[in-house]
């Protein structure tokens, strides 16, 4: 199936049944015990904007339909009416595996000793990035599964950025 243009995905934006049929980029994105339900909102109306294959909800991770997380992710919940298709993993690390015997590569998006600049990684599709808890970020157990990992430079006084707002930067770096 031919991947819409930017143009073709505007103006089928009314056209839910065009848009839920339309190519997807191969990218799944991974959410591991992310804490806040407005952050799991604005996670899925990014991968939303970013055509994600496939959104993966792990670990204590709130699910749809609620409230909290449909202020942020404003009708992409919802995979029938053309949103963001998305599935609840109970088995994070057998999920990780079938991915990877798949083909897809797995980065992690965590600063970690070994993390690469994620201006100069190679994005490889198809892809999985995973993002992790707020506070903790990804688990070790998690972080030895992935094939890389990549981290966004910080230059102010804090270390890290908004779990959202981390998710869309290397979301639209990748799917360049």
């Known amino acids: 199936m031919r991947k819409l ?3 073709e995905l505007i103006a089928n934006k009314g056209d ?3 848009l839920r049929d339309a190519p997807r980029n191969e990218v799944y994105l991974i ?8 952050n799991v909102g604005a ?3 990014t991968a939303d904007a970013a055509r994600v294959k496939m959104l993966y909800i792990s670990g204590i991770t709130a699910t749809p339909p609620r409230a909290e997380i449909e ?3 404003l009708r992409t919940t919802d995979p029938e009416a053309g949103g963001v298709p998305w599935e609840q993993v109970k088995n994070l690390k ?4 079938i991915l990877k015997k798949q ?3 797995i980065i992690a998006l965590e600063q970690t000793n070994k993390s690469v600049d994620f201006h100069k990684f190679s994005y490889k599709k198809p892809l999985a990035i995973i993002v992790g808890n707020e506070v903790d970020g990804i688990a070790e157990e998690t972080l030895k599964l992935c094939d890389a990992a990549v981290e966004i430079p910080m230059q102010g006084i804090s270390n890290s950025l908004n779990v959202a707002t981390a998710a869309g930067i290397i979301l639209f770096e990748a799917i360049e």
Do not use: N, P
């Open 5 to 7: 243009s930017t143009e």
């Open 16 to 18: 839910h049944k065009k």
């Open 31 to 38: 959410l591991e015990d992310i804490r806040s339900m407005y």
């Open 43 to 45: 996670i899925f109306r």
């Open 71 to 73: 202020k942020t992710a």
């Open 94 to 97: 057998s999920k990780i595996q």
């Open 103 to 105: 083909g897809v590569q």
